[in-house]
């Protein structure tokens, strides 16, 4: 059995994504291999429809690929079934969308307590945890309010916190900040930063965002469904 601490967060191993469309295969992506240490954030760049959203519905084990592998700190998910997938994007995987998706009956504590209570953690347990990390994201003030009291912004750092509730090893997010200004883009990633610094999370963030990528450990391009390093 492999020790998670002597192994990457997240490893792609070979990963190919085919399509069939009208009778024809299409390859989306081909041979894509990369490797995310804990702690190290990545940028995933390339021009709509290279297959950005594909591979991070891969990797966080949305979708099964063609041919390759993900393992997630050392393990290997090719051959999970559905339930232990499920199981393992629970309590390994966080993940943020373009677009928030918070509960809008709930508080931003509430939001970001219940997948804690969801995986089996105690209230009050989980809401201490909540708050912490509403402290990371600068909301401590705001862990009250529901989503319609907080601005653009806001939900999507109750979003950020949100995806860390469980601890999960890896952090995937799809155009995080993709429907902000770029004011509130950068208010926002600071506090994705900070956040990834703290925790020792592993980060994978496709954007398309040259300036904020550029901020990132590495930048990986997709390319006629191949990842090059920038």
């Known amino acids: 059995m492999s020790n998670p601490a002597s192994n990457p967060a997240i490893a792609l191993a070979q990963i190919g994504r085919t399509f069939m469309q009208g009778g024809a295969s299409l390859e989306i992506l081909r041979e894509v291999s990369l490797v995310i240490e ?5 940028a995933l760049t390339g021009p709509s429809g290279a297959g950005k959203s594909t ?6 084990l949305l979708e099964r690929p063609t041919t390759g592998d993900v393992l ?33 009956e709930f508080s931003a504590l509430e939001n970001v307590m219940l997948p804690q209570m969801i995986a089996g953690l105690a209230k009050r347990e989980a809401a201490g945890r909540a708050r912490e990390l509403l402290a990371m994201v ?3 003030a705001r862990a009250s309010h529901r989503p ?3 601005s653009g912004g ?42 990834v610094r703290e925790t020792g999370v592993a980060a994978l963030i496709a954007t398309h965002n040259t300036a904020l990528a550029a ?16």
Do not use: K, W
Request: proline fraction near 4%.
């Open 72 to 104: 997630i700190a050392g393990q290997s998910c090719d051959g999970l079934g559905d339930d232990a997938r499920t199981e393992m994007r629970r309590h390994r995987l966080g993940f943020v969308y373009q677009y928030h998706h918070l509960l809008p």
């Open 55 to 60: 591979l991070l519905q891969i990797a966080g």
């Open 138 to 140: 600068g909301l401590e």
């Open 148 to 150: 319609a009291r907080l």
């Open 38 to 42: 804990p702690g190290q954030i990545v």
């Open 154 to 195: 806001e939900q999507q750092r109750v979003a950020v916190a949100r995806a860390l509730a469980n601890a999960p090893s890896v952090l995937i997010a799809d155009e995080p900040t993709g429907n902000l200004d770029q004011h509130t883009a950068d208010a926002v990633f600071n506090s994705l930063l900070l956040i």
């Open 215 to 230: 901020r990132m450990d590495r930048v990986l391009e997709l390319q006629d469904g191949m990842v090059v390093e920038q």
